[in-house]
């Protein structure tokens, strides 16, 4: 288990990745073999994803990448590092700008049912998994969250006020509508990556512009 959790900051989240396909990290260039690095953290995605941050001994992170141990802590100090590395690198969360936004003026059920179904989260299911679950120990992780968290709530704000213009004064009521929406999505996730199910969005979109209205 590392002994400083929260001693690497996610240094990426504040990164907007670009629209478009994800770089495949699992090949090299041209499909030559991927260097000792890029093993490394392919190892560590699939380890953490399965068996736990905490449970997953850099050793066992070396045999999988089949690199000596030595060479893990050249690439990454700590394992911590790895974490914070995997997270910075191959997750995203993409901030819309308001001038692009597909706007649907009195219909806030579609519009937040787009949303729900847009989450802009860039991560293989693998690094959700990380995510979610590191994320209540884990500093790189809780911060990536917390930029989705504020990336959903403002998507879902701006949403309703196009949608409702006239309930543009009602900040309160807008405020608490956006962050409900958006624990919603945010609880989806972490209940998809558990059970597999999944919450109706349409119906909590629906619930939202009904006390709005």
């Given at each position: 288990m590392d002994s400083h959790p929260d001693a690497q900051r996610d240094t990426g989240s504040r990164l907007t990745p670009s629209p478009g396909p994800r770089t495949d990290h699992r090949s090299g260039t041209e499909g030559s073999e991927p260097d000792a690095r890029t093993r490394i953290l392919n190892a560590a995605e699939e380890l953490f994803a399965h068996a736990g941050y905490d449970a997953t001994a850099t050793a066992g992170i070396a045999k999988a990448a089949g690199v000596p141990k030595g060479l893990v802590f050249h690439y990454f100090p700590r394992k911590?590092?790895?974490?914070?590395?995997?997270?910075?690198?191959?997750?995203?969360?993409?901030?819309?700008?308001?001038?692009?936004?597909?706007?649907?003026?009195?219909?806030?059920?579609?519009?937040?049912?787009?949303?729900?179904?847009?989450?802009p989260l860039h991560a293989s299911p693998a690094m959700r998994t990380i995510l979610f679950r590191e994320a209540g120990t884990h500093r790189p992780a809780r911060e990536r969250l917390r930029h989705l968290n504020a990336e959903l709530n403002r998507r879902a704000r701006f949403a309703l006020e196009l949608a409702l213009p006239g309930s543009r004064g009602d900040h309160a009521r807008l405020e608490a509508a956006a962050a409900t929406f958006t624990a919603v999505l945010l609880?989806?996730?972490?209940?998809?990556?558990?059970?597999?199910?999944?919450?109706?969005?349409?119906?909590?979109?629906?619930?939202?512009?009904?006390?709005?209205?």
């Open positions: 911590i590092d790895l974490l914070a590395t995997l997270i910075g690198e191959r997750t995203g969360i993409e901030e819309l700008r308001e001038d692009h936004a597909d706007t649907q003026p009195g219909d806030p059920v579609r519009m937040l049912s787009r949303l729900a179904l847009r989450v609880y989806q996730e972490s209940l998809c990556q558990l059970t597999g199910q999944h919450i109706d969005a349409e119906l909590v979109a629906n619930l939202i512009a009904k006390a709005l209205t």
